[in-house]
């Protein structure tokens, strides 16, 4: 059975309060939070609007600063300052409201306690407690009074997690052949190359949902989801696509509160990116929590993860202007392996040269 760690994407974290924390005395300002472990949240649904469409966009181009990325497995991670200090190696998650930090952090900086929340992962939901973070700074943005879950490093895959919550005011360019995030402020105008493709995205909360997203010539939306390792259909999606007798595997995925959960993994013949396709592609099934808080449980729909995101060359993503850019290594098709399930090759190839990388 194959197992791999799904240690990112909380799909969106914060749908309503848990009982308030308790009132820290002055005399214990100082000292280290006591983080209680993560419970099992009441079965209540979360209330929350449907995701509203995001777009390729050919023009999508990125300046700013450079951010020092590391790779984590597919996912990359990048440098980060809590309260001034760091720099810590945080996850980028862009399927997550909020950004995160590991208990290392929240008990070295004696970050004080702030209000419990319900936290939708992957594989479970739970209550878990936040602390507070008077600035969290990414490049050229810092946010300021924020209350962060505080989460096992192990569980998280880093030092924290980078969620939407710091990235909404970005334009954000993830080069995973060169292992580098380069970070702008989107209020600045978006430089224009002729010839260029972009993917115009709904988005909800900060999220980007892609609307141009065919399985097998079956219409899907698909949510850019950088902080899971595996790409995760729903089971409207598989139900549509896999023939009876279709290979079927399982994986093990970890959550970022250490849960895990038992995924269907088949291959499907074809996935259209808007001016990408992929051939021969490795899926996970599971009616897992964020199709439902993103409203996309009933339709077709995708998770689309960094085991398939990092197989471009670049990945261009603008959340202000809700637009998406990807970029190949190779303008002609092209074999790749898909980490996920490395025993064959899928191939992948662009509609358009413009996908190309320059």
Not at 74 to 92: A, E, M
Not at 266 to 295: M, N, S, T
Request: charged letters at 25%; a neutral charge.
């Amino acid at each position: 059975m194959v197992r791999t760690a799904l240690t990112g994407a909380f799909a969106a974290l914060l749908v309503g309060l848990a009982s308030p924390a308790p009132a820290v005395a002055a005399s214990d300002a100082a000292a280290p939070p006591n983080i209680s472990r993560p419970k099992p949240a009441p079965s209540t649904q979360p209330n929350l609007p449907p995701l509203p469409p995001a777009v390729f966009d050919p023009s999508l181009a990125v300046g700013g600063d450079d951010v020092k990325a590391r790779e984590v497995d597919t996912r990359l991670s990048v440098d980060v300052s809590v309260n001034g200090r760091g720099p810590y190696h945080f996850i980028v998650d862009s399927g997550a409201d909020t950004s995160a930090v590991g208990l290392r952090i929240a008990h070295d900086l004696q970050l004080p306690l702030g209000t419990p929340v319900t936290l939708n992962g992957m594989t479970s939901r739970n209550v878990v407690d936040r602390v507070k973070v008077d600035q969290l700074t990414l490049g050229p943005t810092t946010i300021h009074d924020l209350e962060l879950p505080a989460l096992r490093e192990v569980d998280l895959g880093g030092d924290g997690l980078v969620g939407i919550d710091a990235l909404v005011r970005q334009r954000l360019m993830m080069d995973f052949d060169k292992r580098f995030i380069k970070v702008e402020d989107a209020a600045k105008p978006m430089q224009i190359f002729p010839g260029d493709i972009v993917i115009t995205a709904r988005r909800q909360r900060g999220q980007l949902i892609l609307a141009e997203v065919r399985a097998e010539r079956l219409r899907l939306d698909a949510v850019i989801d950088t902080g899971t390792e595996i790409t995760i259909g729903n089971l409207a999606l598989r139900d549509k696509l896999l023939r009876k007798h279709a290979k079927i595997t399982t994986v093990q995925a970890i959550g970022v509160t250490g849960e895990s959960a038992t995924l269907q993994l088949a291959r499907i013949d074809e996935l259209q990116l808007g001016p990408v396709l992929l051939r021969d592609v490795p899926i996970a099934f599971a009616d897992v929590p964020p199709f439902k808080l993103f409203g996309l449980a009933d339709g077709p729909a995708l998770l689309l993860g960094t085991d398939l995101l990092s197989t471009f060359r670049r990945v261009s993503l603008d959340f202000r202007a809700r637009k998406v850019r990807f970029q190949l290594r190779r303008c002609n098709v092209e074999g790749v392996v898909i980490s996920t399930a490395p025993e064959a090759f899928t191939r992948i190839s662009g509609a358009n040269p413009d996908v190309c990388a320059h």
